[in-house]
């Protein structure tokens, strides 16, 4: 199962790496567990299908999404403190954990 926790971008990447490879089987993803705000850097990633847990594969160009510049622009990159070891790494979005 290849690891992926690095939003909409990378998930249409690993998506795309997924089709085109023979022995997949799995996608990890944490889309659903993002701040609801990370979706909106990169539109258009197609959602998982209940009915069967899985991705379609994208049909757009490219990977797929759009990157919305104007949104990248408003949240430029931020040094965050991730330490493991510390109480409530997991939680996002509170006190900067673990926001990517």
């Given at each position: ?7 909409t971008?990378s998930?249409?990447?690993a998506?795309h ?6 022995n997949?089987?799995i996608q990890?993803?944490?889309n659903?567990?993002a ?9 258009g990633?197609?959602?998982v299908?209940p ?5 379609p594969?994208?049909?757009a160009?490219?990977?797929?999404v759009t990157l919305n510049?104007?949104f990248v622009r ?5 040094k ?7 109480e ?5 979005g509170t006190?900067?954990v673990?926001?990517h």
């Open positions: 199962a290849p690891h992926n926790v690095g939003g971008i998930t249409a990447a998506l790496l997924d089709t085109a490879t023979a997949f089987k990890e993803h944490f659903d567990f701040d609801a705000w990370i979706k909106e850097a990169a539109p990633l197609p959602e299908d009915a069967d847990g899985c991705f594969v994208p049909t160009p490219g990977l797929g510049e104007d408003e949240h430029p990159m931020q965050v403190d991730f330490n493991l070891f510390r409530g790494w997991q939680r996002r006190d900067k673990a926001v």
